[in-house]
């Protein structure tokens, strides 16, 4: 497809369980983010991608966030112990270096 | 810390009837100041970006303006398809790669 692609679009789990969320991003975009957005809060940054690496994971709000982006283009988000405070729409977005991201429709993430 | 506020939270409009939204902004060196467009169960997408104090665009109904402390995005004559929430984004310039810091935005509604 043209777009930026996020799988699954939802997804419900419970308190304690693995996560793993995922974006494929428009081909030919070097860089890579995920933003995190609550019910009627902006988009809030987590991590940036450029190419494989993780140039900047400063968002990250803890050691149970990780995410690999290993071949350049797929991206993975890793949540491990999932808690209620996790459930928002996680965003992913591609791009090169400049504010014009491309934004997939985002997973929505409910911890029970 | 970069600052980003928006203004009003909610607006409803009748169809024709142009207004202003707000963006106040607060960042050590801004780079960049974006606006982005959000439809309920979408991600953003981007609208514009604006680098200097002065600057002006513009795209059908809507014109972006930005000074040393604000931005606005101005919706002449709008049409019930402009309804959706409008973002607001500031890149600083320390930041690495399109790290965007995002205002709550601001909800639109145009009754026709």
């Known amino acids: 497809g043209a777009g930026v692609s996020q799988t699954p679009s939802n997804k419900v789990t419970e308190k304690g369980k693995y996560v793993e969320l995922r974006c494929d991003p428009i081909?030919?975009?070097?860089?890579l983010y995920w933003y995190r957005q609550s019910l009627g809060q902006g988009p809030e940054f987590l991590i940036y991608f450029q190419g494989t690496g993780a140039a900047d994971d400063s968002g990250l709000p803890n050691d149970r966030f990780f995410a690999v982006r290993p071949e350049g283009s797929v991206s993975t988000l890793k949540i491990q112990r999932t808690e209620r405070g996790d459930s928002a729409v996680y965003l992913c977005?591609?791009?090169?270096?400049?504010?014009?991201?491309?934004f997939g429709e985002g997973s929505r993430l409910t911890v029970l | 810390e970069d600052q980003v506020t928006q203004s009003p939270e909610a607006l409803r409009l009748q169809e024709g009837e142009s207004s202003s939204l707000n963006c106040s902004y607060t960042?050590?060196?801004?780079?960049?100041l974006f606006w982005y467009r959000q439809d309920p169960g979408k991600g953003p997408e981007f609208l514009f970006t604006l680098y200097s104090a002065g600057e002006e665009k513009e795209k059908e109904r809507l014109k972006a303006t930005l000074t040393k402390k604000e931005s606005f995005l101005h919706i002449t004559a709008p049409k019930p398809e402009d309804s959706a929430t409008y973002l607001c984004a500031v890149q600083e310039m320390r930041t690495s790669g399109s790290r965007l810091t995002f205002g709550e935005g601001t909800q639109l509604t145009v009754n026709p």
């Open positions: 081909s030919g975009h070097t860089a």
């Open positions: 977005a591609s791009g090169f270096n400049t504010g014009e991201l491309f």
């Open positions: 960042v050590s060196g801004l780079r960049g």
